[in-house]
């Protein structure tokens, strides 16, 4: 992580470096597949697209966030985390896991953006004040969320905001909204932006989009809601092992009754699986142990806009969306965007004047907007 | 709706999402995915593979699939990134390859249709290196290079 300099190496050439013999190379690329819910055919495209691949630098900023979503990325486990810093992406600036700190961290950020410029991708979790908020609500190193962000996505190729606070304004947005907190998306405009939502999002689907973009360097394809197709395509409703008993109408109504024990459907019980789109019926929690529903709780909706204000966790939701749910699926103008480096000195030059330019919060500044 | 659930015993009727928390179902159709891949392979020779976790299962429904395909005679073990557990099941052709990390995650679970899985044959490339690999050490054994033919 000290070093953030982009490696020439391709990803084949470092593995076989590391000693991975072929067949670790091809098991490499069947966990890969699976990572990003590409069929099992695509393993031999997959293995020839990854021996090229080069690791793009990584910028993760962390705003308004619990750290759930970095808890949730660490527990990933295939890659493990380790695999995943050092072999698939160059992670060089993640102020939560980087050894760094302080003036040194934040130079840490300005090289990677220097170094890469055009070519870089940024991570952002957690929402973030919007610019006409008080930008005291969240600061890192004195600067505002907001200032850091615009700085720092400027000569990105593409932002992921992982996370729902990320993607769309999550938990810190929900009514009253007291920090006038924002998402990714609200605020940058002119990047592509990719949101893989989830209160946290499943582990699996971060790193699999990530090896998404290393393997075909462009991005996946997205729905309306800017999240991938891949994990985010259908329903949790329309992937749950539960759906028979939804179709035959047997419902559990109580948490301790037949029906919950017998593993019945938990729609009356509040579950918010018509409505949400997300990975977990298929990928599972806990190393694909488990996932809320397979443990008799409903799903809370957590990927999916206000689901902290979209009514009681345990009514029942009005409308059961089962008929057609791709209706609601827009296709995305960032479908499989090519990202690359463009125009990297003139963005080199604007990084360096971007730093000078933005000023800290400044007690004053916070007295007046409170 | 059957009172008594054997959690063991397989479905009486093969659409088992009624009655027990074992039985949801949803092994069924990837038998038939299997027998479609059978067919394939023994007509066309082509092989296929199912990832079996990218797959909406249920407690208990794996082990009805893995119960229902059953044990053949081969089982082996590829060690490299982790051990990857090769076992063919009861029907030739069909084998059940089983990826975990080293630290005994399972990566992933595929069914492969196929003579032989494809982690088991030793890749192109790598026997292309083999002919170098042993005439070095019959050099190293016999102070000779060995003759090409
Ligand atoms: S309502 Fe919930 S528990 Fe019932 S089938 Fe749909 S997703 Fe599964
Ligand atoms: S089951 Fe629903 S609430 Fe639970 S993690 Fe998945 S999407 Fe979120």
Redesign the pocket.
């Known amino acids: 992580m000290a070093t953030p300099t982009r490696p020439d190496k391709t990803l084949g050439e470092s593995l076989q470096d590391h000693g991975l013999s072929r067949r670790g190379f091809l098991k490499l690329c069947a966990a890969t597949a699976s990572m990003m819910a590409l069929p099992a055919s695509m393993v031999p495209r997959i293995a020839a697209a990854l021996e090229q691949a080069k690791r793009p630098s990584v910028i993760w900023l962390s705003f308004q966030e619990c750290t759930g979503c970095t808890e949730s990325l660490t527990r990933s486990h295939a890659p493990t985390l380790e695999n995943l810093i050092l072999d698939m992406v160059s992670l060089d600036y993640h102020h939560t896991l980087q050894a760094a700190s302080g003036e040194a961290a934040e130079a840490a950020r300005l090289t990677a953006m220097e170094a890469n410029a055009g070519e870089y991708l940024v991570i952002v979790d957690g929402s973030i004040p919007g610019p006409d908020a008080n930008p005291g609500f969240s600061t890192v190193a004195g600067h505002s969320n907001y200032d850091i962000l615009m700085e720092t996505v400027e000569h990105a190729a593409a932002v992921i905001a992982v996370g729902t606070c990320a993607a769309f304004g999550g938990l810190p947005q929900a009514k009253p909204n007291p920090t006038g907190a924002m998402s990714v998306m609200d605020l940058v405009k002119d990047k592509p932006v990719i949101n893989v939502s ?3 999002p ?1 582990p699996m689907v971060i790193t699999g989009v990530l090896a998404h973009y290393l393997t075909f360097g462009r991005l996946p394809e997205l729905d309306g809601y800017g999240r991938p197709m891949a994990f985010f395509g259908q329903s ?1 409703h329309d992937r749950c092992y539960r759906r028979p008993f939804y179709d035959k109408g047997l419902f559990a109504e109580r948490f301790d009754d037949r029906g919950a024990k017998e593993g019945w459907c938990l729609y009356r019980l509040g ?3 018509p409505t ?6 298929t990928m599972k ?1 806990n190393s694909g142990t488990s ?3 397979e443990s008799g ?8 806009p206000s ?1 902290w204000d979209a009514g009681g966790f345990y009514e029942p939701v009005s409308v059961p969306l089962t008929a057609n749910p791709g209706t609601t699926l827009l296709t995305a103008g960032a479908v499989g965007a090519v990202v690359g480096g463009t125009a990297a000195s003139v963005a080199k030059h604007r990084v360096k004047k971007a730093n000078a330019d933005r000023q800290p919060v400044t007690v004053e500044a916070l007295e007046k907007t409170l | 709706m059957p009172e008594s659930d054997p959690m063991s015993a397989h479905p009486a009727t093969p659409n088992g999402c009624q009655g027990t928390p074992r039985s949801f179902g949803n092994a069924l159709p990837v038998l038939n995915e299997i027998r479609h891949a059978l067919e394939k392979l023994v007509t066309t020779g082509e092989e296929t593979r199912i990832d079996l976790s990218a797959l909406p299962f249920g407690p208990g429904d794996l082990d009805r699939l893995t119960d229902w395909l059953g044990t053949g005679e081969v089982e082996a073990t590829v060690d490299a990134l982790g051990p990857t557990r090769v076992q063919e099941t009861a029907i030739p052709g069909v084998w059940l390859v089983d990826y975990h990390n080293s630290e005994q995650q399972r990566l992933t679970l595929h069914i492969e249709v196929a003579p032989v899985p494809e982690i088991l044959r030793p890749q192109p490339q790598d026997l292309a290196d083999a002919l170098n690999q042993l005439d070095a050490r019959l050099e190293q054994e016999t102070g000779t290079t060995p003759l090409s033919s």
């Open positions: 989830g209160c946290p499943v949790i579950c918010k699986g949400t789109y997300n990975a977990c019926a929690w996932w809320p529903i709780h409903p799903c809370l909706g957590c990927s999916e689901f």
